[in-house]
């Protein structure tokens, strides 16, 4: 800590972008005992315990992850490197109506943390069930106490989840079975309205259709928010009105009257003062590609003054790449043929056997994936009609092999695999190119003549040894750009913490940046305003600029290798230790020099500083109108 007068570390020379759009300026900032302490040309190093020199480098406010799952690794890894190393400094957690506000809620035999998250989010049992056992609170109050003893390395934002909150009130099994009685839905109203007195920035729910729990017996039933009725929805959105806080939403979008119904609970015109709302997401899918005009229209019409809503939706700034371990992927939550093999645990090979190998289960799969694919118009328009029209493509040359055990397949979309396999059925041996991919060719079935039989045979005889990805959304730059500065849209949507093994975005916040600087200095200032205090703003918290006084939560970049960085070439396996378990990350390595967190490093441009995760960094941020009770309050209580 600084002494008396004096400055823990100067940063020198850096162009710094303070988080308020403005244009950068070239000159120090000192920092100490946590907060900004000056800023200015030719501050005197003398005074500073540590100089950093960053000339060429630019630095701004540490950035603000607005959509994580993070609130489960922070009970095993709470310094969260996966995030720090690509400059994060602020997560929102408990996103989706998902989170542990209420602890492990493990009463009557029931285990809500693995149940609920374990295929919503796909995440292991095993590294779930640790977090379970850590999360022994059982109050909304006690885990923010809780949040506040942990060596944190970003700031958490947690959410009061609307799944926990009925499962609190109503336990798991009624929570999915019936809708709750009057005095049920008066103590959610109540605990929520706690939670918001206690300082906690907003409140999540979920309507996405394809969001399913993992254990039996309810493996077919979906979490619980998803039976919240749109009049339970707004008691309990009309608490967080009250209070001026946030709403975190995902719409049932299948449904697009229910989710306009779901959404004008925004309006300040028709329910007498506006909610602030964000929802997720605007993508550009490639099977819909009417869904990010009209998600731009949504946001036009919500936040008009005719409306007088709060709404933002949220925008990825990557590719919408996604692993598949066989069948085992996000996206086939969606369609109920893929549904039935991830209902099984992932380790349960099998459970999926039996399941691919009955003969109706084939049949089904074997419709959906040839359905609307002979090339009628009138034969799609009755699949948009029926809404499956799915995100997942059914076009094997849209999934490309990362791994499988035939070596040659590696890198090689299906599609191409499956035309030498035709030219291999048709007599040309040489089609096949070794001994593995001939051995695999002699074991398709002789009646497998087209892809989806083609496609099944793979998923039988592999199962989760096949992995291919496939990018079904964002296939476009233009688009991506255009939804990332739209002013009525936040970037984010990044489910860092999540699909542990099925996607990647970290450094989500780092690719906006990069499309910013391809445009010039003065997009760079918009988006790192984007990226910083315009959230901050939005969901309702204290913004930290770089400003005297303020917060010393930064981060250093070094632009000429962030216009250099490939994300895609950046992604990678990695074994984590603390999950025993492999997961999927980005490696941004170099790209930034350093990260400050309360004015201590936690990442110094190779390596996470042994500080991170041993030393207490960020900290719960409550909401900026939060006004805790005087002590006086608190010592009657």
């Given at each position: 800590m600084a002494q008396a007068g004096g400055w823990d570390t100067l940063i020198r020379g850096a162009r710094v972008f303070d988080g308020t759009g403005a244009a950068p300026v070239f000159e120090d900032v000192a920092l100490a005992n946590g907060r900004i302490a000056a800023r200015g040309a030719r501050l005197s190093a003398a005074r500073a315990d540590r100089v950093v020199e960053a000339p060429g480098l630019w630095l701004m406010p540490g950035l603000l992850d607005i959509h994580t799952h993070f609130d489960l690794e922070v009970e095993l890894a709470p310094g969260l490197p996966e995030a720090v190393r690509h400059g994060t400094t602020t997560v929102v957690v408990a996103n989706c109506s998902l989170g542990l506000a209420f602890g492990n809620q493990r009463r009557a035999g029931q285990d809500p943390i693995v149940d609920c998250f374990a295929r919503v989010e796909n995440i292991p049992k095993a590294i779930l069930a640790q977090v379970a056992e850590r999360a022994v609170w059982r109050d909304s109050a006690d885990y923010l106490a809780h949040l506040d003893t942990l060596p944190l390395g970003p700031n958490i934002v947690p959410l009061i989840p609307h799944s926990m909150l009925r499962i609190e009130v109503m336990g798991l099994a009624d929570s999915v079975a019936r809708a709750p009685d009057a005095s049920e839905l008066a103590r959610m109203e109540a605990l929520l309205d706690k939670a918001m007195a206690e300082g906690y920035a907003g409140f999540s729910t979920d309507a996405l259709p394809f969001h399913y729990l993992a254990n039996a017996p309810r493996q077919r039933r979906r979490i619980p928010a998803q039976y919240g009725s749109f009049a339970e929805l707004k008691r309990l959105v009309d608490v967080v009105r009250r209070h001026d806080r946030l709403w975190q939403a995902t719409p049932p979008k299948d449904n697009p009257l229910a989710t306009a119904r779901l959404f004008a609970l925004t309006s300040g015109r028709l329910y007498g003062r506006p909610v602030r709302l964000t929802a997720v997401a605007a993508l550009d899918v490639a099977t819909n590609r009417t869904l990010a005009p009209l998600a731009r229209l949504l946001a036009r019409l919500l936040n008009s003054r005719l409306v007088d809503g709060r709404f933002r939706l949220q925008a990825l700034a990557a590719?919408?790449?996604?692993?598949?371990?066989?069948?085992?992927?996000?996206?086939?939550?969606?369609?109920?043929?893929?549904r039935a093999l991830n209902e099984p645990d992932l380790d349960d090979r099998a459970a999926r056997a039996a399941i691919m190998d009955d003969p109706d289960w084939q049949r089904r799969f074997l419709a959906m994936w040839r359905h609307g694919k002979r090339g009628l118009t009138l034969a799609r328009f009755k699949r948009l009609l029926a809404r499956e029209d799915y995100a997942i493509s059914r076009d094997l040359a849209h999934m490309v092999v990362d791994r499988a055990p035939?070596?040659?397949?590696?890198?090689?979309?299906?599609?191409?695999?499956?035309?030498?396999?035709?030219?291999?059925?048709?007599?040309?041996?040489?089609?096949?190119?070794?001994?593995?991919?001939?051995?695999?060719?002699?074991?398709?079935?002789?009646?497998?003549?087209?892809d989806a039989a083609f496609l099944l045979h793979l998923l039988r005889a592999y199962d989760r040894d096949l992995v291919w990805w496939t990018v079904s959304a964002n296939r476009d730059p233009g688009v991506v750009r255009d939804l990332l500065f739209n002013p009525r849209l936040l970037p984010g949507f990044n489910d860092s913490g999540a699909h542990l093994t099925n996607m990647a975005f970290y450094d989500g916040n780092l690719r906006a940046l990069q499309i910013a600087q391809g445009e010039g200095e003065a997009q760079v200032a918009r988006m790192v305003r984007?990226?910083?205090?315009?959230?901050?703003?939005?969901?309702?918290?204290?913004?930290?600029?770089?400003?005297?006084?303020?917060?010393?939560?930064?981060?250093?970049?070094?632009?000429?290798?962030?216009?250099a960085y490939d994300s895609e070439a950046q992604t990678r396996r990695v074994h984590r230790d603390v999950f025993d378990h492999e997961q999927l990350v980005n490696r941004s390595d170099g790209v930034v020099a350093g990260v400050w967190i309360a004015g201590q490093r936690a990442w110094d441009g190779t390596a996470v500083t042994p500080a991170l995760g041993t030393d207490r960094m960020g900290r719960a941020l409550r909401a900026a109108n939060h006004r805790p009770p005087a002590p006086a309050a608190l010592a009657a209580e």
């Open positions: 590719p919408f790449k996604t692993w598949s371990e066989g069948a085992i992927t996000p996206l086939a939550e969606e369609i109920p043929e893929l035939v070596a040659d397949w590696q890198g090689e979309t299906l599609a191409a695999v499956f035309a030498r396999f035709g030219r291999f059925r048709a007599g040309d041996a040489a089609a096949a190119r070794s001994a593995d991919e001939r051995a695999a060719f002699d074991a398709v079935p002789t009646n497998a003549r087209d984007r990226l910083t205090v315009e959230p901050a703003v939005f969901l309702g918290l204290e913004p930290a600029p770089i400003a005297v006084g303020a917060r010393a939560d930064l981060a250093l970049i070094d632009p000429a290798a962030l216009a």
